[in-house]
């Protein structure tokens, strides 16, 4: 199923912990719903404007995969509000501050980014589709959230 010309049902559900430990990653209707609007919203955009091919590293994961990888049940991934991705080539920060001055966007986190090595890391960003984004950006180095993003 496609949820935007280049994104599928698939790629924001596969997942390899779920795989390997058998946990069911099927999402609901109200999940592929909100998924449809994340890649609407932001992944083909960011697809579009950069004219790279990409696939999201993480996209919905249900209660129990979020469980198994260490992330909270109440993260917007359960709720297919969210992806993990970077683009080959692009520096994170910059894709980051694209997707910040360019999109509307619940969350934006620049995750265990270092400065200098522009492939580190990933973004994670989030759109609520039925409710007011909050535009939050933040920068995520493995211990603490810091506001905005940093370099």
Same mark, same amino acid.
């Given at each position: 199923?496609? !949820?935007? &010309?280049?994104?599928? !049902?698939?790629?924001?559900?596969?997942?390899?912990?779920?795989?390997?430990?058998?946990?069911?990653?099927?999402?609901?209707?109200?999940?592929?719903?909100?998924?449809?609007?994340?890649?609407?919203?932001? !992944?083909?955009?960011?697809?579009d404007h950069f004219d790279i091919p990409f696939t999201p590293s993480s996209g919905y994961r249900s209660l129990a995969l979020c469980e198994a990888v260490g992330s909270k049940k109440s993260s917007q991934h359960a709720k297919g509000e969210a992806a993990d991705f970077e683009l080959p080539g692009i520096d994170n920060y910059d894709l980051a501050c694209w997707i910040k001055d360019n999109l509307t966007f619940d969350q934006l986190i620049l995750e265990y980014y270092k400065s200098g090595d522009?492939?580190?890391?990933?973004?994670?960003?989030?759109? &609520?589709?039925?409710?007011?984004?909050?535009?939050?950006?933040?920068?995520?180095?493995?211990?603490?959230?810091?506001?905005?993003?940093?370099?």
């Open positions: 199923m496609k !949820l935007s &010309r280049n994104f599928s !049902l698939n790629e924001l559900t596969k997942s390899q912990m779920a795989i390997r430990h058998q946990i069911d990653n099927t999402p609901t209707d109200i999940h592929v719903e909100a998924l449809e609007a994340l890649c609407k919203a932001i !992944l083909q955009p960011v697809r522009p492939s580190s890391g990933w973004v994670h960003c989030s759109y &609520r589709d039925k409710g007011q984004n909050r535009h939050e950006c933040l920068t995520y180095n493995g211990k603490q959230y810091k506001a905005g993003l940093i370099k």
